[in-house]
């Protein structure tokens, strides 16, 4: 069973910077992929960014530079540095990761928000 363990959420004003970070435990080897969703009340979630163990980056808007997706190495630890944040950005982020015995896990979520 994999167990992830989120953390670095929290209230900002507009333009600022928060930093989130994903631990995952319980898998054997390094995970091949590791990413950040996001969900807003009455939406689908929607990828923010992943990376796989390779180092190989994907964001949801190519042209995004706000968020940086990053993972220490071939370990199972990934974190999204997210700057100059907008009150669009105010969403519920989730950490998914896998495959890891041929499923996805997901965390349990971490609010991010955003005033104006």
């Known amino acids: 069973q994999v167990q992830l363990v989120e953390s670095g959420g929290g209230s900002v004003q507009a333009g600022g910077s928060l930093r989130l970070s994903c631990t995952a435990s319980g898998a054997m080897g390094s995970i091949i992929m590791m990413g950040w969703y996001r969900q807003t009340p009455g939406k689908e979630r929607e990828l923010v960014a992943q990376i796989d163990n390779d180092g190989g980056t994907m964001y949801e808007d190519s042209r995004e530079t706000r968020f940086t997706i990053s993972r220490d190495g071939k370990e199972n630890k990934i974190s999204l540095q997210m700057n100059n944040l907008k009150p669009d950005d105010t969403a519920a982020y989730y950490c998914?990761?896998?495959?890891?015995?041929?499923?996805?896990?997901w965390g349990q979520g971490t609010q991010v928000t955003v005033s104006s």
């Open positions: 998914k990761v896998g495959p890891v015995w041929n499923q996805y896990y």
